[in-house]
């Protein structure tokens, strides 16, 4: 999110990144803020001369008291003063209203290195073209998925696993923090958060009823915010600079109003309405921002090459980068029954746009500014697992568990 001054000084930097955005349909929105900052700017002169004026006349009034002078035409003349405050007071909160509306949807300015297509940056490991059976249907062979019960308790998008699979499922949470925590990010256990949108539609909203929760426009979010809760424990909070960077790493559950498109993935755990990730969060000084974005992206291709899974990286192209990111890559994972590889991570760059609207700042060698913000998925399990499911199929119809996973298995090497 910007600030009103940022768009004053940086009108044409604004409308070049809108325009290589492809948003085109937001450059009326520029000059809109600006003609609102305007007579927003005239309207708190009034508002700011008008308090002037009572005070002085105030002022003037007891020293007519004190004196013992006639001060009733004074009194007259503050007398509709206050009102006249209180209805630019109104305006001026209506003005906010709209400048604030705007500047929301004003997209963050893209990093220099984002193009205007897509384009891969990374590739590793040797895909398997070879015909392999779907992840639904050979898990529902090896009795360790059930999407059937599951509908039937919960609706369609929801799973039960089983055995050795549900096993596998906690044994990736747990390799991807300890390899985190090596590196040196603090594991934290966030709060539930849940999407109102997403409650309508898969959840019995009576639960709710009888719990705290926050309904904020179309989402619902039982610790009140928006934000993921990770970084939403530094909101409006000033954090000491020699504390920089925080890097946080934290496991949750998280749900989506989609599901599978129609089609051989409608069924299973490619895209459901729940999904587990163990998520990488870091805040850190704008000059450390694009080293730290490596880091992030890297740890996760790291988590991949462990579990010996072809991957590539893509960098999206300015037209894909979502509104508040500056830079945004995914990670795809090798699936040898697409023949084609899919999504599985996202690493993103906020900048100091998102610091800037959850008033999270840092204070060092007497200055307080916006930190940068970035995000990226360390291990998303639903999507590992399809992979895991689909690239290790045995000729014996059996899944080979990854090597470095067998210790977090109890030794299990097979799923049979």
Known sequence: MFTLKFVRENVDLIKKNIEKRGQLNKLDLVDELLKLDEDYLKLLKENQDLRALRNKLTIEINKLRKEGKDFKLKIKDVKDIPQKISKTDEELDSFRIR??????????????????????????????????????????????LDCETSAKVTGNGFYYLKGSLARLNMALIQFAIEVLTKKGFIYVEPPLMLRKKVCDSVIDMDFFKEHVYKIEGEDLYLIGTSEHPLIAMYMN??????????????????????????????????????????????????????????????????????????????????????????????????????????????????????????????????????????NNTGIATSRILVAILENNQTTKGTVKVPSVLVPYMGGVKEIK
Not at 114 to 140: D, F, M, R, S
Not at 298 to 311: A, D, H, Q
Not at 335 to 361: A, H, P, V, W
Request: glycine fraction near 6%; include cysteine.
């Open 99 to 144: 400048i604030d509306s705007i500047l929301y949807q004003l997209p963050n300015l893209l990093d220099k290195s984002v193009g205007t297509k897509n384009k891969i940056v990374e590739k590793w490991g040797e895909p398997k073209k070879k015909k392999t059976v779907n992840h639904y249907e050979l898990a529902e062979k090896l009795s360790v």
């Open 237 to 374: 909070e000033i954090i000491r600079e020699k504390d920089l960077p925080l890097k946080l790493c934290g496991y949750s559950m998280c749900f989506r109003k989609e599901i599978g498109a129609h089609g051989i993935d409608e069924k299973g755990i490619f895209r459901t309405h729940q999904f587990n990730k163990v998520e990488q969060i870091v805040i850190c000084n704008p000059s450390e921002s694009d080293k730290l974005y490596e880091e992030i992206l890297k740890n996760s291709t790291f988590l991949l090459k462990k579990l010996k899974l072809p991957y590539r990286v893509v960098q999206f192209g300015a037209k894909e980068v979502g509104d508040w990111k500056s830079k945004y890559a995914d990670i795809e994972v090798w699936s040898s029954r697409k023949n084609d590889y899919i999504e599985t991570m996202s690493c993103s760059n906020l900048t100091d746009f998102q610091s800037r609207k959850l008033g999270i700042k840092v204070e060092g060698h007497g200055e307080v500014y916006y930190p940068h913000t970035l």
